[in-house]
């Protein structure tokens, strides 16, 4: 497994020390005052323990020298993989089904958000 940063949050998290989740149709969004992070077409999602005092010590999290307010894409991840095969006893199970889904992951102060997605979008912030 290896990781891509994707984009820095300092800028849209600083000032928030908590943000709204809003799961709608296939869609998650993150929301942050005015800015909207949505992850489109969100398989699953998970939000919440462990905060910043366990993850700064975890292997998990620190292997890759992750920092918190970055989005980060995993890559060849083992939580996808472990969907494949879960999802591999259903009779028309085919891999190809996750080829276009990605693990996605923030790591918050008080608590972590992670997605499997196929993307993800900015809204309310200048480019």
């Known amino acids: 497994m ?3 940063e994707e984009v820095k949050f300092e800028c849209i998290t600083k000032d928030y020390y908590s943000f709204s989740l809003c799961k709608t149709n296939d869609d998650v969004t993150l929301v ?3 800015v909207h992070l949505v992850f489109l077409k969100c398989l699953i999602f998970k939000c919440g323990y462990p905060n910043e005092e366990i993850y700064m010590h975890y292997d998990y999290y620190t292997r890759f020298s992750m920092k918190k307010n970055i989005l980060y894409e ?3 991840s083992d939580w996808l ?3 494949r095969v879960m999802n591999s006893v259903h009779l028309r199970h085919s891999d190809s089904i996750f080829e276009n889904d990605k693990h ?3 790591l918050f102060e008080d608590e972590v958000f992670e997605c499997i997605a196929t ?3 900015l809204i ?3 480019s």
């Open 74 to 76: 995993l890559i060849e």
């Open 2 to 4: 290896t990781v891509k």
């Open 81 to 83: 993989n472990e969907l």
């Open 32 to 34: 942050f005052g005015n």
């Open 104 to 106: 996605f992951i923030i």
């Open 124 to 126: 309310g912030i200048d």
């Open 119 to 121: 993307s993800y979008k």
